[in-house]
């Protein structure tokens, strides 16, 4: 099945930092998502971005399907931010299911 | 809208019992799933389902029982829990429209021990 790699594992920033993360995949996808797992477990939707470039406040995303790779931007991190990324693809062509990568936990620090 | 909710938040059992583990959503969605995520992993998929009365078994299927009687009803059945179950479950729907796929969301999951 498709393999979704994500970097770095662990991201320390001091408040007001910005940091870039990374999803790699391992074939073509029709689909992509973003997530936050906040400290207290809940996933939130941050990007459904199959291609090209979305903005949304501080974060930002973009994915160069044709590379097989999404970044996730992060400015001025502050310490709501932490938690961890995950990126997530479809497991094959026509597939609902998703296969996530492992996660960045990033932690903001004061 | 309440999105995607799933009851109970908490749970502990011992070996053995059963439990239902309930999820609904009101956005009308055709498709919906569970999956469970496990320390230092991504979540994994359970089962899942493209429509009322219809279900598949997703990558770790064994010892968990589903069905969809509703469009917004997925309820997720443990029927003989085992400690190697503790984990926490989320389920999560989309729309459903042949095989472009569509943004997911996810309820707040319900953390299960199994003592």
């Known amino acids: 099945g498709i393999q979704v790699e994500q970097s770095p594992p662990d991201l320390i920033l001091q408040e007001g930092a910005n940091s870039t993360l990374r999803c790699n995949f391992s074939d073509s996808v029709n689909n992509l998502q973003w997530f936050h797992q906040n400290p207290w477990g809940q996933l939130i939707n941050l990007f459904y971005i199959p291609s090209g470039t979305k903005q949304n406040g501080r974060l930002s995303a973009t994915t160069v399907a044709t590379e097989r790779y999404s970044l996730l931007y992060i400015s001025s991190s502050q310490t709501t931010d932490s938690g961890v990324y995950f990126c997530a693809v479809p497991s094959g062509a026509g597939s609902y299911q998703l296969t996530f990568g492992k996660g960045t936990k990033l932690s903001v620090i004061p | 809208n309440a999105g995607v909710t799933q009851t109970p938040k908490f749970q502990v059992l011992k070996t053995g019992q059963s439990m239902t583990l309930q999820c609904a959503q009101d956005m009308n969605h055709e498709y919906m799933s569970w999956y469970r995520q496990d320390p230092g992993m991504g979540l994994r998929l359970i089962h899942y389902s493209v429509g009322a009365g219809i279900t598949d078994q997703g990558e770790v299927p064994n010892g968990y029982n589903v069905s969809r009687s509703t469009t917004e009803d997925f309820p997720l059945r443990l029927l003989s829990a085992a400690p190697s179950q503790t984990s926490v479950y989320f389920c999560?729907?989309?729309?459903?429209?042949?095989?472009?796929?569509?943004?997911?969301?996810f309820g707040p999951g319900t953390r299960l021990t199994v003592t």
């Open positions: 999560a729907s989309s729309y459903s429209a042949g095989q472009i796929g569509y943004e997911q969301y």
